[in-house]
């Protein structure tokens, strides 16, 4: 209860970059960038035109009241739409400087053409604020940084989603939607809410009826729903206590604590009802049941707990915390099973010993056809392998944080339209450097900074592209009386210089140019947005333009950064960093079956069954999904220490058979079928089932997770039953 307790302590934390550890290299640059440039949090509406475009009297005069009444919104720095669009021009011998739509203009039809020839011709407006056709528009409501961010979140989604309400019974012929990084950010901490609150119910649901229906006795179900319920509280107290805050990926933890826990306990429960069924006392059966499952379930637990807490070589803090908890859960349940089970179950009256529905029929079948058949079997697994390894080299890495949340999130299928519909959502940024403070005045600098935003605007997928040459050379038009010969950059610095002085001393109270210059005038942004690509799309044309840099422009090199580029590479390095950890894991748990079998050479064979099943899961993967996402890097490392459980109970009752019992190994081969072989197809199920429940999240990172472990802990069944047992005949033939 004092563990549990903890629970209280527990917060949901809302930002997508938790996913990031502290030393990210892409993490890094994108908080000096941010450190250097105004932040560029946002909120966005979106609005669409049934019919038409937005460029009416009615449609324009509602943007711009929406406009207005979107500074509600607390925390907000700034807004920019079509029509507060700082638009310049020039009259007579003055530049004029104005939002580019006037509600109070006395011809507003006059004033809705002249604003759509204007911002139809814009390329600071066009599918930025735009769509091409001017049937969508946006407005993006810039936020400053303030106080405890979860709450800020939390506080302005609440306000964006009421206004949002309110426009839509106002203003019924327009189309609302909400996207932006605060509405991201925001719909992480309702995925990991969602997952809480949906899918442990449903795992708490299914545990008792194939409990119920497998041990077929309600007492035993409950004692063994009470032990795993009780180590899942535990570990998510654990978790409070220390200071954990829970995300999209730490949900899936008492999930997986809760079916881990089921094994070992229908192992325990299984043998005391075998044994009871053989003439024991239900004391005796009792002892005997844990007299022959206390090593297995100690080594299989502490194994499980390793390949978990082997996740803390990933480079990503969620998936550690995610190890940690369930590790912590793993460990704590494992003395609930050797302690409390027993003592529940032995209340139990003599006259009331639940007896096993299942004869074992099946299974003696299936022993028999292993023996029979071994030489097949074990080719069949080399061909499956074999074909896994085309499945694999097909995968492909995929972090699109966008594409983490289900079609059944609001946010998913908002942000989806922007990208039908008006703009693209991934963004690379290059803080362009000049060398010196104002030396983005230089006409050479801006001049090279011109030629790499023409190149980054003819790459593929790429939407739309900001820089300060395009403002530039429109200030040089305008003070040329708007003549087209001078849309160009002016010659000199201190042309460049004193335009710039002069819009911003034009700009609205609020706005300025520190979003896209730094305060020094030493280094600018250029931001290029794309749309409908991978993560791979985004790495490529990150390192085309890189190269493009150090090939042209050396002086004015910058690596790309933003939160999309962060995000396409976190898988990239968490697999990195998951080879020491996987491999770590692999040397432990190798080292306790060495010492626990007393065998190099069945400690050697143990490893075929336990590494198999991830290689084949990832095969299936690779021909049937093809994309795989941030969670892939430690399914091999969790599912590692899983598959060791049903393993170690093969292999231990298998050497128990042939050591203490003097079987020859078909026989020991079908004595373990007998004694063990329910309790693995049942745990097994259980297990596949359980994890199938986490992969039905609308949350990619549990959903990928709990896919590719149940596909894994799918192949093993297999591979200790199918596998293992031709593997043992081969290897352990009798000395005549």
Excluded at 121 to 131: D, H, Q
Excluded at 194 to 200: A, E, N
Excluded at 208 to 235: C, D, M, Q
């Amino acid at each position: 209860m004092l563990l549990a307790a903890g629970m209280l302590q527990l917060e949901f934390n809302s930002d997508a970059r938790v996913f990031f550890g502290e030393n990210n290299p892409e993490r890094l640059a994108l908080e000096v960038l941010e450190a250097t440039y105004t932040p560029n949090r946002n909120l966005v509406f979106v609005i669409a035109v049934p019919s038409g475009d937005i460029f009416n009297p009615r449609d324009l005069t509602a943007l711009a009241e929406i406009t207005e009444a979107a500074w509600q919104i607390p925390h907000t720095l700034r807004i920019d739409s079509i029509t507060n669009f700082v638009h310049s021009y020039a009259s007579g011998d003055e530049l004029i400087i104005e939002p580019l739509f006037n509600p109070h203009a006395p011809d507003l039809v006059a004033e809705s053409e002249r604003v759509r020839r204007i911002a139809l011709a814009e390329p600071e407006l066009l599918n930025r604020l735009l769509s091409t056709d001017g049937t969508v528009t946006a407005i993006n409501v810039v936020m400053f940084k303030s106080g405890d961010q979860r709450a800020v979140v939390k506080q302005i989604a609440a306000v964006a989603r009421e206004l949002k309400q309110q426009w839509q019974a106002r203003y019924p012929w327009l189309e609302f939607r909400l996207s932006g990084g605060v509405m991201a950010d925001m719909t992480f901490a309702e995925a990991s809410q969602r997952d809480m609150v949906k899918l442990v119910p449903i795992m708490g649901l299914l545990t008792f009826i194939a409990l119920l229906v497998g041990l077929n006795s309600l007492v035993a179900t409950g004692a063994t729903i009470l032990v795993i319920v009780a180590a899942a509280g535990a570990a998510l107290g654990f978790a409070g206590w220390v200071g954990m805050v829970l995300n999209g990926a730490t949900t899936g933890a008492p999930i997986s604590i809760m079916v881990l826990g089921m094994a070992s306990c229908v192992h325990i429960v299984l043998t005391w009802m075998q044994q009871g069924a053989s003439g024991e006392s239900v004391h005796n059966a009792l002892l005997t049941s844990m007299k022959l499952n206390s090593s297995p379930i100690i080594v299989t637990n502490v194994t499980t707990a390793i390949g978990f807490l082997c996740l803390n070589f990933s480079a990503s803090p969620p998936l550690r915390d995610l190890g940690n908890i369930v590790a912590f859960g793993v460990i704590y349940g494992m003395i609930l099973h050797l302690s409390v089970l027993p003592a529940l179950i032995s209340y139990i009256p003599a006259t009331r010993l639940p007896r096993i529905r299942f004869n074992g029929a099946f299974l003696m079948r299936l022993a028999d056809f292993v023996i029979d058949y071994r030489k097949a079997l074990l080719s069949v697994f080399v061909v499956a392998v074999i074909l896994s390894g085309f499945g694999v080299s097909r995968i492909v890495l995929d972090d699109d944080y966008i594409r983490y949340f289900g079609d059944s999130f609001e946010f998913r299928r908002d942000t989806e339209f922007v990208e039908q519909r008006l703009s693209g959502l991934n963004a690379l940024q290059f803080s362009v450097p000049s060398g010196r403070p104002g030396g983005i005045f230089e006409p050479t600098y801006l001049a090279q900074l011109d030629a790499f935003s023409d190149w980054l605007k003819a790459q593929p997928n790429v939407v739309y592209v900001s820089s300060i040459t395009s403002l530039l050379k429109r200030l040089n038009r305008n003070m040329h009386g708007d003549n087209e010969d001078y849309h160009r950059i002016a010659p000199t610095p201190e042309h460049n210089a004193q335009y710039l002085l002069l819009y911003e001393l034009s700009l609205p109270e609020g706005y300025d140019l520190n979003s896209s210059i730094d305060v020094s005038r030493s280094q600018t942004v250029v931001t290029a947005i794309m749309h409908h690509v991978s993560s791979r799309d985004i790495r490529l044309l990150g390192l085309a333009a890189e190269q493009w840099l150090r090939d042209h422009t050396p002086a004015l090199y910058a690596p790309a950064t933003g939160l999309s580029v962060v995000f396409a590479y976190v898988s990239e390095r968490n697999i990195k960093s998951m080879i020491w950890g996987t491999s770590l894991a692999l040397v432990l748990i190798s080292a306790i079956l060495l010492v626990v079998l007393r065998s190099v050479k069945f400690g050697l064979i143990s490893l075929l069954p336990n590494l198999i099943p991830a290689w084949l899961a990832f095969g299936v993967w690779g021909f049937v999904m093809v994309n795989v996402n941030l969670a892939s890097s430690v399914v091999t490392a969790m599912t590692l220490g899983i598959v060791v459980d049903d393993t170690v109970h093969v292999l231990m009752k298998y050497l128990r058979a042939r050591r203490l019992e003097g079987l020859a190994p078909p026989a020991a081969i079908r004595k373990v079928f007998h004694n063990v072989g329910f309790a693995i197809v049942l745990t097994s199920v259980a297990l596949i089932a359980g994890f199938l429940v986490l992969a039905s999240s609308d949350f990619a990172i549990n959903q990928h997770v709990g896919l590719l472990c149940a596909i894994t802990i799918m192949a093993a069944l297999f591979a200790d039953l199918v596998l293992l047992p031709p593997l043992l005949l081969i290897v352990d033939k009798v000395k005549q």
